[in-house]
């Protein structure tokens, strides 16, 4: 299949889209697959309400058809067509961070397709903040599935180069607009249950939420990396966001840690191998590897937008074993510390 590639500068003015626009709604609408960004990551959208336009994805990703897919809206009214019973909680929810990254589990309308659902009765809906990608939905029909737009297992796409990479020759059309903010998929809260539970951390954090609804629980699964707990959202039991070299995440007091890592290097470089380290911009200056990559200053936000623009990075420069220090958690720490776990197969090591 030839994918045709859409280039959209990021300092466009909407206005002067609509051509661009009504193209990929046009494939939407006709059952296609368009790659379009978002504020979390680029995602792989194609009609929610076509049960052979969802297949698609599955089969382009080589996702298990067992993990549900997110419906993206465009406007708050449209979750009152694929979802039912919503309750004040939700909607004060809803009022209060849509659009944004954040995904709400619901009931699911029967206009769904379990296509979608993969076999679920619940829902999971989100409104982008990405104006671009609101226009594509709607153009596209106003219901788009969108799982991330990387290969099943790889770190997921946060540049047009990540999309091409995984996805030319495989879906009907790219549109590459490089204005990901965020870099980390959407918080995913559960609202099916009482009191609601955050099946995914993202930059929705728990206590954004608790200050409007109340208590919101995290489901076990995702805060610890040696928890037997299976996860309550099916995506997030499978090892992800992945670079090809093995992965192990270093944690504990800095100084050791650091000591740690440069030793175990010392000894892969002395058996032949190609090392990498993902560190801070506060301590990178103290690793020596064949490759040594900050990912910024700890606490801020370039630290989720670089992650798997790095871990991809690494695919590329070949390395055989990467190391990687803990990133501090509060605000988007947590989510970024669930990615690197799980990128890291829960290889993770306390020194
Ligand atoms: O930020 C995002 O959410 C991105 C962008 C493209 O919007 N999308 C994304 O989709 O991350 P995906 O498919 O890569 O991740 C969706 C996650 C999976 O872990 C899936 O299992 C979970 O959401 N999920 C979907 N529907 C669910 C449901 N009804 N109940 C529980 N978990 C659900
Ligand atoms: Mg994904």
């Known amino acids: 299949m030839k994918t045709i590639i859409n280039r959209i500068n990021s300092e466009y003015h909407i206005e002067n889209q609509m051509e661009n626009i009504q193209g990929a709604g046009a494939v939407l609408r006709a059952g296609g697959v368009v790659a379009f960004p978002t504020e979390t990551v680029y995602g792989l959208g194609a009609d929610a309400l076509n049960p052979e336009a969802a297949k698609k994805i599955y089969e382009a990703k080589g996702r298990p058809s067992d993990n549900p897919l997110i419906i993206h809206i465009c406007d708050h009214e449209g979750v009152h067509c694929v979802a039912s019973n919503i309750s004040d909680k939700a909607r004060n929810i809803m009022e209060e961070f849509w659009p944004g990254p954040l995904t709400l589990v619901l009931e699911k309308k029967d206009s769904v397709p379990y296509g979608t659902t993969g076999g679920l009765d619940t829902v999971a809906v989100r409104m982008p903040s990405h104006e671009l990608a609101r226009e594509i939905i709607r153009a596209g029909g106003g219901f788009i599935c969108a799982p991330s737009a990387n290969l099943s297992g790889r770190p997921s796409p946060t540049k047009a180069t990540h999309v091409i990479e995984d996805m030319d020759g495989k879906i009907d059309m790219i549109v ?176």
């Open 176 to 351: 590459a607009c490089d204005n990901v903010s965020i870099g980390l998929e959407s918080t995913i809260l559960d609202m099916t249950v009482e009191p609601p539970v955050i099946l995914r951390p993202g930059a929705i954090t728990q206590t954004m939420l608790e200050e409007v609804i109340g208590t919101v629980n995290v489901d076990k699964a995702i805060l610890s990396a040696d928890t037997k707990e299976a996860p309550r959202a099916p995506g997030m039991k499978y090892r992800h966001y992945a670079p090809k070299a093995e992965l192990t995440v270093v944690e504990g007091e800095s100084k050791r840690t650091c000591a740690y890592i440069n030793q175990r290097v010392l000894e892969l470089q002395s058996e032949g191998y190609k090392v990498a380290i993902m560190a801070a911009e506060e301590t990178v200056n103290n690793y020596k590897a064949n490759v040594v990559e900050s990912l910024g200053k700890i606490g801020t936000e370039d630290v989720a937008v670089r992650l798997y623009d790095v871990l991809r990075g690494f695919d590329h420069m070949d390395v055989d074993y990467i190391f990687s220090e803990e990133f501090p958690t509060g605000n988007l720490g947590q989510a970024v510390m669930n990615r690197l776990k799980k990128a890291a197969g829960n290889n993770v090591i306390s020194v």
